[in-house]
């Protein structure tokens, strides 16, 4: 049975950092690409950060980039978001999914597994 399952979501102070992990069974992870979503309240979800199968191609949306790293481990089945100088709009539930296609896709039309989500939730 497919499964995604996010860990490491918190509370944290404006500046600071986190760092998401999710572990994946039940998928040939190596040749799924993988992204991270978030939702935050009273909003639509929307694309966080992806990355390709490969591992050398990694996407992210504008209000994160610089600060938020996607890696992939495909020894231990996980894909890892490094978050940084976090600011209080980066508050939301952040979800893990899963690509078929390998690409790491920004859509999330694109993805076929998604996990259950973690809540990541930063005061200023």
């Known amino acids: 049975q497919e499964q995604l399952v996010e860990s490491g979501g918190g509370s944290v102070q404006a500046g600071g950092s986190l760092m998401l992990s999710c572990l994946a069974s039940?998928?040939?992870?190596?040749?799924?690409?993988m992204g991270w979503f978030r939702q935050a309240p009273g909003k639509e979800r929307e694309f966080v950060a992806a990355?390709?199968?490969?591992?050398?191609?990694?996407y992210y949306a504008a209000s994160v980039k610089g600060r938020f790293t996607i890696s992939r481990d495909d020894a231990k089945n996980t894909v890892s978001l490094q978050m940084n100088n976090l600011k209080p709009e980066d508050t939301a539930v952040y979800f893990c999914?899963?690509?078929?296609?390998?690409?790491?896709?920004?859509?999330?039309?694109?993805?076929?597994?998604w996990g259950q989500g973690t809540q990541v939730t930063v005061s200023s």
């Open positions: 999914a899963a690509e078929l296609n390998g690409w790491g896709a920004q859509g999330q039309d694109d993805y076929n597994y």
């Open positions: 990355i390709g199968w490969s591992g050398r191609r990694s």
């Open positions: 039940g998928i040939r992870f190596s040749s799924c690409g």
